[in-house]
């Protein structure tokens, strides 16, 4: 069946820092890939989306770009900030007929320290 | 923008105990969900709808059951609450189509 394998966590970085989460999945079709954030106490929040492949989402100095040739998704920021402490999931959409189904990651938690 | 709104937002109920789980959308959208979150699980399926008038089940429904009163609302029921259950829940909904989905606040439920 459809899955997503994050890297597990937690990640720790210093402030500045390069940040890379990996994303891999297996979906029979054309799924849609997503990100999401959840901070402390919240919901997620949808972080950035991609629905086709060499799409590249981007939001807030993340990005990740939609590889079909290696079945990826990997989220990556070019300096991270303490705000972006939190834990981030990726997610694919598939659609049967009218059902669409989201499948989650384990979720990564990245912790960034000052 | 209210968006997706569940409640409560934190219940404790005792073994055997039943209680339900409510949660509404004001965005039209088709399909909602009902997700169970548990440390390095990520978040895993328990039931969904994709229309008014349709459930099925998702990847951890038993001990669950769910009801679309209306295309408003999706609501997940505990009829006997067991410890296992103890996890904080989300709901979901989206527009048809491979789209995003939006996500209530969670419910953190403890059964002791």
């Known amino acids: 069946g459809d899955s997503v394998t994050q890297m597990e966590g937690p990640v720790t970085l210093s402030e500045e820092a390069f940040l890379t989460i990996n994303c891999t999945y297996t979906a029979t079709g054309y799924p849609s890939l997503f990100w999401y954030v959840q901070y402390p106490g919240e919901g997620l929040q949808l972080l950035l989306k991609a629905t086709k492949a060499d799409d590249k989402g981007s939001n807030k100095g993340f990005e990740a770009t939609y590889r079909k040739e290696t079945t990826s998704f990997h989220l990556e920021k070019g300096s991270v900030q303490v705000s972006d402490s939190a834990v981030y999931f990726c997610?694919?959409?598939?659609?049967?007929?009218?059902?669409?189904?989201?499948?989650f990651g384990q979720g990564t938690t990245l912790q960034v320290k000052p | 923008n209210a968006g997706v709104t569940q409640t409560p937002k934190f219940q404790v109920l005792k073994t055997g105990q039943s209680m339900t789980l409510q949660c509404a959308q004001d965005?039209?959208?088709?399909?909602m969900y009902w997700y169970r979150q548990d440390p390095g699980m990520g978040l895993r399926l328990i039931y969904y709808?994709?229309?008014?008038?349709?459930?099925d089940k998702g990847e951890v429904p038993n001990g669950y059951n769910v009801s679309r009163l209306n295309k408003r609302e999706f609501s997940l029921r505990l009829e006997s609450a067991a410890p296992s259950q103890t996890s904080v829940y989300f709901c979901?909904?989206?527009?048809?189509?491979?789209?995003?989905?939006?996500f209530g606040q969670g419910t953190r439920l403890t059964v002791v």
């Open positions: 965005m039209n959208h088709n399909s």
């Open positions: 997610a694919l959409s598939t659609q049967t007929g009218n059902t669409g189904k989201l499948i």
């Open positions: 709808s994709a229309s008014e008038g349709t459930t």
């Open positions: 979901a909904s989206k527009r048809a189509g491979n789209t995003e989905a939006f």
